[in-house]
């Protein structure tokens, strides 16, 4: 069943001097607690998309739907990771993680607790009074992670959390993502750039093009990819059928802007 709809968005950006039509008649149906993926070349939408997902941005055209009825300001409703952790670098990580309810006056036992719930799930508490500079990346992520559940968002939206990260913390922690995320089911949309990191923890892939941004492709991860870990699945035969598909599409499509 569709949860989070997106019907025929497009969106332009305009200044004095120019307009960008960034996305072009976007639309995609996500199921609850599903994890989708948005993949594409640098410039074709991803951000403006999950933008105007998290409702930071009005789109110039189109509509949003969640659970059919419109999208419209909800508490709590969405969480967003980025490629930086943005922790606070003069706070401790367990201030860090109870910053959203130290800002809305919330901060009591019961959320101070979460937190520290939080971190032994993320596997960080030995290190709730530490400052973030004395963390490595993977741990700064995952301090950020917890910070973004504190708020118990139903939509996670990722833009590219790993890309900063050297290969075997990212592996790591696209695992450990994924087990949080089913935990806590959750339904999460990824940025990224990478093919492997999508189908390894996808279970829909968007293949975007660019100029303006649009859907060129969907594609539907089979199940017995789909029900391995992000390491498991890269060793599966359709894994790497999967990966050619993609690669060569997104060849085909390089070469079409050139
Ligand atoms: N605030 C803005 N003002 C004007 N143009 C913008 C703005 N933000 C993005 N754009 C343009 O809109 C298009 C889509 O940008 P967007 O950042 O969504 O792409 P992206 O797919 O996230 O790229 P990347 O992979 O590099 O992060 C690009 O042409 C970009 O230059
Ligand atoms: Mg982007």
């Avoid at 009825?69 to 709590?76: A, F, G, S, V, W």
């Avoid at 996670?156 to 806590?184: C, G, H, N, R």
């Avoid at 390894?200 to 975007?208: R, T």
């Avoid at 100029?211 to 359709?238: C, F, M, T, W, Y």
């Amino acid at each position: 069943m569709s949860y989070l709809k997106l019907k025929d968005i497009s969106h332009y950006y305009f200044n004095e001097k120019h307009c960008t039509h960034a996305l072009d008649h976007i639309s995609l149906s996500i199921e609850e607690g599903s994890f989708t993926s948005l993949l594409g070349p640098s410039g074709c939408g991803k951000t403006t998309l999950l933008s105007i997902i998290a409702q930071l941005l009005q789109p110039t055209e189109g509509d949003l739907l969640l659970a059919g009825q419109p999208l419209i300001e909800q508490k709590n409703l969405i969480g967003y990771m980025l490629q930086q952790d943005y922790l606070f670098p003069w706070k401790t990580i367990i201030d860090n993680v109870c910053i959203g309810p130290k800002i809305r006056g919330e901060l009591n036992e019961a959320n101070l607790n979460k937190a520290k719930s939080l971190l032994a799930k993320v596997g960080l508490d030995h290190v709730a009074s530490k400052y973030p500079e004395q963390l490595s990346g993977g741990m700064r992520q995952r301090a950020a992670l917890a910070r973004t559940l504190m708020t118990d968002p139903t939509i996670l939206l990722l833009d590219e959390p790993f890309s900063a990260l050297d290969f075997q913390t990212k592996l790591d922690l696209e695992v450990f993502m994924i087990e949080m995320l089913t935990t806590y089911q959750k339904t999460s949309i990824l940025v990224t750039h990478d093919i492997g990191e999508a189908i390894a923890m996808s279970d829909h892939i968007y293949l975007m093009k660019t100029n303006p941004g649009a859907i060129h492709l969907h594609i539907k991860v089979p199940d017995q990819v789909r029900k391995l870990s992000p390491i498991e699945a890269r060793k599966h035969p359709l894994y790497h059928e999967l990966f050619d598909q993609i690669w060569k599409e997104m060849h085909t499509l390089d070469n079409q802007t050139k």
